[in-house]
């Protein structure tokens, strides 16, 4: 496994931008396929969008097409997320989670097997 660690979370009002950042320290980074998971109050973990393990494939959940960006940087064992125009369903607790199995197409949570202990984002009306 990895240990991962978020950052960038906060309040932003509908419309605005934030940047998640994780960083991940432990085992051969490029070795996981990479994904940004989310739970709202009430609601079940959800998959948002996953990045294969060059960078050069990602999948994205229809719900934020367009609007998140994933991106990393294998020399520096990092995965962000740019995301822009944000809406009031955008708040949850965000978590950054490593697969050494997982397909970044298959959007399951068991596939990953290291996960950050996540962070929020509110998304002010």
């Known amino acids: 496994q990895v240990q991962l660690t978020e950052s960038g979370g906060g309040l932003v009002q509908a419309g605005g931008s934030l940047r998640l950042s994780c960083v991940a320290s432990?085992?051969?980074?490029?070795?996981?396929?990479m994904g940004w998971f989310r739970q709202a109050p009430g609601k079940e973990r959800e998959f948002v969008v996953a990045?294969?393990?060059?960078?050069?494939?990602?999948f994205y959940v229809d719900s934020v097409k367009g609007r998140f960006a994933i991106s990393r940087d294998n020399a520096k064992n990092t995965v962000s997320l740019q995301m822009n125009s944000l809406k009031p369903e955008d708040t949850a607790v965000y978590y950054c989670?490593?697969?050494?199995?997982?397909?970044?197409?298959?959007?399951?949570?068991?596939?990953?097997?290291?996960w950050g202990q996540g962070i929020q984002v509110t998304v002010s009306s």
């Open positions: 989670a490593g697969g050494s199995r997982a397909w970044y197409r298959s959007g399951l949570s068991s596939l990953y097997d290291s």
């Open positions: 990045i294969s393990r060059s960078g050069g494939f990602t």
């Open positions: 432990g085992r051969t980074f490029s070795n996981y396929t």
